[in-house]
């Protein structure tokens, strides 16, 4: 009740709120949804994993994703998504082994393959000379080491194949979250729109500002990083002078650097910038002066210049991280992606490691009795929360050693990114369903952080 009145979205454990709430018209989905209860069991005393009400909010590629897995071992998710049509945020997204390993054994691998491209490369440059620094071959070579592709595809591609595998008649567009309430029977989660739905557990895949990680815990949200970025999708063909536009490329220089990957017919970019100190606007963009972006980019090698001017220039994107919190879940209610764990894109692992917490945290729903939801929860947190944590705070520090002066810190810098052969490892071998294996999480912290860069 306090924290409504502070217009916080809380989790209110039911108590004065239940009589009220009992009495509410019910609205058709909540009707269907607050039917009395069967028990969980089968009449062979096996659990119904169907009777498991779960609510999704979200339909990003968390929300998404977990509803394909949870759909697989038999339990039947609604998705709620505040969009009315899914809107695509950020026109490409970099798959690697660690998540497409993943969603193959969902089924999706196919499909995937046929959106997608894969980068030739890893190869980093020097700002100014374009220099090849040190680069890393992807392909077949790729495939061999980790046992799947790396893949980049235009987002709208990957939503609308998981979109499709969850079903039309589960995905609830234009049905905004508002506030979550839990009683000893169950949640309620109600929406913007005065309609509420009845469920055993929410999972909040509500990314960056979610309203569901406000219902969880007090602790502070994403926060701006000191860094911001201008995003483009370039046609191929308008980049002639762009040295290797098939591969992933890493361009560092003083203050600033830019990432690009290749996806069907197109190069797709983030030119990142240190400052400003503090972001002066409430959301995440602003409008760029004309020339702003070239500006900021001026002295650098041409034929980057012409990937960053080929196109219209677009605002200017606030980079956002969230400090690792202490807690994703309470009651019957549990966050994954970026709701958790908001991290910079510098690993290019924000939607990987969401498509990883979607898949343990089905498996772990799937392997506990319905009931006993508050095990599966823990048992997800358990394997998840270590390996975010580390990914998360490895990012952060990818602007500093991206966006060195050129002297002997950059130099030193270059020495190890040559010399690195395994930086790949720690992130992309990882199998987060069977954690034991592959050397994904055992990394060894004491090592110059420079071997974590992609
Ligand atoms: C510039 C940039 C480039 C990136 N590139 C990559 C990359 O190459 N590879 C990679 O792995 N990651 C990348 N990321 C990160 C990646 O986009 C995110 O980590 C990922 O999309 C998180 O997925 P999510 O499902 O948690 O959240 P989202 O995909 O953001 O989905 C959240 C959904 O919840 C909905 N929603 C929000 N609030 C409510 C509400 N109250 N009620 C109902 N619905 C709600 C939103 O409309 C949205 O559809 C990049 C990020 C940035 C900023």
Same mark, same amino acid.
């Given at each position: 009740?306090?924290?409504?009145? @502070?217009?916080?979205?809380?989790?209110?454990?039911?108590?004065? *709120?239940?009589?009220?709430?009992?009495?509410?018209?019910? =609205?058709?989905?909540?009707?269907?949804?607050?039917?009395?209860?069967?028990?969980?069991?089968?009449?062979?005393?096996?659990?119904?994993?169907s009777k498991l009400r779960v609510a999704v909010v979200g339909g990003?590629? /968390?929300?998404?994703?977990?509803?394909?897995?949870?759909?697989?071992?038999?339990?039947?998710?609604?998705?709620?998504?505040?969009?009315?049509?899914?809107? &695509?945020?950020?026109?490409?997204?970099?798959?690697?082994?660690?998540?497409?390993?993943?969603?193959? *054994?969902?089924?999706?691998?196919?499909?995937?393959?046929?959106?997608?491209? &894969?980068?030739?490369?890893?190869?980093?440059?020097? +700002?100014?000379?374009?220099?090849?620094?040190?680069?890393?071959?992807?392909?077949?070579?790729?495939?061999?080491?980790?046992?799947?592709?790396?893949?980049?595809?235009? *987002?709208?591609?990957?939503?609308?194949?998981?979109?499709?595998?969850? /079903?039309?008649?589960?995905?609830?567009?234009?049905?905004?979250?508002?506030?979550?309430?839990e009683s000893p029977d169950g949640i309620r989660v109600e929406f913007?729109?005065?309609?509420?739905?009845?469920?055993?557990?929410?999972?909040?895949?509500?990314?960056?500002?979610?309203?569901?990680?406000?219902?969880i815990t007090d602790e502070a949200g994403p926060r701006y990083s000191?860094?911001?970025?201008?995003?483009?999708?370039?046609?191929?063909?308008?980049?002639?002078?762009?040295?290797?536009?098939?591969?992933?490329?890493?361009?560092?220089?003083?203050?600033?650097?830019?990432?690009?990957?290749?996806?069907?017919?197109?190069?797709?970019?983030?030119?990142?910038?240190?400052?400003?100190?503090?972001?002066?606007?409430?959301? /995440?963009?602003?409008?760029?002066?004309?020339?702003?972006?070239?500006?900021?980019?001026?002295?650098?090698?041409?034929?980057?210049?012409?990937?960053?001017?080929?196109?219209?220039?677009?605002?200017?994107?606030? !980079?956002?991280?969230?400090?690792? !919190?202490?807690? +994703?879940?309470?009651?019957?209610?549990?966050?994954?992606?970026?709701?958790?764990?908001?991290?910079?894109?510098?690993? /290019? #692992?924000?939607?990987? #490691?969401?498509?990883?917490?979607?898949?343990?945290?089905?498996?772990?729903?799937?392997?506990?009795?319905?009931?006993?939801?508050?095990?599966?929860?823990?048992?997800?947190?358990?394997?998840?929360?270590?390996?975010?944590?580390?990914? #998360?705070?490895?990012?952060?520090?990818?602007?500093?050693? !991206?966006?060195?002066? =050129?002297?002997?810190?950059?130099?030193?810098? @270059?020495?190890?990114?040559?010399?690195?052969?395994?930086?790949?490892?720690?992130?992309?071998?990882?199998?987060?369903?069977?954690?034991?294996?592959?050397?994904?999480?055992?990394?060894?912290?004491?090592?110059? #952080?420079?071997?974590?860069?992609?």
């Open positions: 009740m306090e924290a409504e009145q @502070n217009g916080n979205a809380r989790l209110d454990p039911a108590h004065g *709120r239940e009589d009220r709430l009992r009495k509410q018209k019910l =609205d058709r989905t909540s009707v269907l949804d607050s039917a009395p209860r069967n028990s969980m069991r089968t009449e062979n005393g096996r659990n119904d994993l990003g590629t /968390g929300g998404l994703t977990l509803a394909v897995a949870l759909r697989r071992h038999g339990i039947v998710a609604e998705v709620f998504e505040r969009t009315a049509v899914l809107a &695509e945020v950020g026109a490409a997204i970099s798959l690697t082994a660690n998540s497409v390993r993943l969603l193959a *054994r969902l089924g999706l691998g196919d499909e995937l393959e046929r959106v997608s491209v &894969e980068p030739t490369e890893v190869i980093y440059r020097d +700002w100014r000379t374009g220099e090849r620094i040190a680069a890393r071959p992807i392909g077949a070579q790729y495939r061999v080491r980790f046992g799947a592709g790396f893949l980049c595809m235009r *987002r709208a591609a990957l939503q609308q194949i998981l979109s499709r595998a969850v /079903g039309g008649e589960h995905l609830h567009l234009g049905r905004g979250v508002r506030h979550l309430v913007t729109d005065g309609r509420h739905h009845d469920a055993d557990l929410v999972v909040g895949a509500d990314g960056l500002h979610s309203v569901v990680r406000g219902s000191g860094v911001s970025g201008f995003r483009g999708l370039v046609p191929m063909s308008a980049v002639p002078d762009l040295p290797d536009p098939h591969a992933l490329q890493a361009w560092m220089g003083p203050g600033k650097s830019v990432l690009h990957y290749p996806t069907r017919g197109m190069v797709n970019y983030l030119a990142v910038v240190d400052g400003p100190g503090d972001w002066p606007a409430q959301g /995440g963009t602003l409008p760029a002066a004309p020339g702003e972006l070239a500006e900021h980019f001026a002295g650098w090698s041409a034929g980057l210049l012409q990937l960053l001017t080929a196109t219209e220039q677009g605002d200017r994107w606030a !980079l956002f991280t969230q400090p690792p !919190l202490s807690t +994703w879940a309470r009651g019957r209610a549990v966050l994954i992606g970026d709701a958790a764990h908001t991290m910079l894109p510098y690993h /290019g #692992q924000g939607a990987n #490691q969401t498509i990883e917490d979607a898949i343990v945290l089905a498996d772990a729903l799937a392997d506990t009795p319905p009931g006993e939801y508050a095990v599966a929860i823990e048992r997800y947190q358990h394997a998840r929360r270590a390996r975010a944590d580390l990914i #998360q705070r490895s990012s952060l520090d990818k602007p500093s050693i !991206l966006h060195l002066p =050129d002297g002997p810190a950059a130099t030193t810098r @270059n020495t190890a990114l040559r010399e690195a052969d395994d930086h790949l490892v720690w992130i992309h071998d990882y199998d987060a369903q069977r954690p034991d294996r592959g050397r994904g999480i055992q990394i060894d912290e004491s090592r110059d #952080q420079v071997f974590h860069l992609v």
